[in-house]
Nanobody, 124 residues
Framework: QVQLVESGGGLVQAGGSLILSCTDS????????VGWFRRAPGKEREGVAC????????LYADSVKGRFTISRDNAKGTVYLQMNNLKPEDTAVYYC?????????????????WGQGTQVTVSS
């Protein structure tokens, strides 16, 4: 069974940076698209970024374009989310998930395995 573990969250001031990691210790998601999602207090979960199995296809939500970068290292079974120029509205619990296909999407409907989430808090 796929087990995804997120790490790297924390408290940061506006304008700062964080790198989130999503690790699948068994490397079973190397053939799958992986997405990062977030749920802010009082809001629905939304797609932030996704990456195909080989990194060839990447999508970002408009709200993070130019600030966030998703990447993956299949040798390490890890997907990263580099977050720069963070804003208070980026405060949320961030989740990674493994898609049923090799591509991925920003729609959570076809994601099968999810991590437990990591809290990101951006202070103003």
């Amino acid at each position: 069974q796929v087990q995804l573990v997120e790490s790297g969250g924390g408290l940061v001031q506006a304008g700062g940076s964080l790198i989130l990691s999503c690790t699948d210790s068994r490397r079973t998601f190397n053939n799958n698209g992986v997405g990062w999602f977030r749920r802010a207090p009082g809001k629905e979960r939304e797609g932030v970024a996704c990456i195909s199995w080989n990194g060839g296809n990447i999508l970002y939500a408009d709200s993070v374009k130019g600030r966030f970068t998703i990447s993956r290292d299949n040798a390490k079974g890890t997907v990263y989310l580099q977050m720069n120029n963070l804003k208070p509205e980026d405060t949320a619990v961030y989740y990674c998930a493994s898609h049923l296909s090799a591509i991925g999407s920003l729609n959570e409907s076809r994601y099968r395995y999810w991590g437990q989430g990591t809290q990101v808090t951006v202070s103003s």
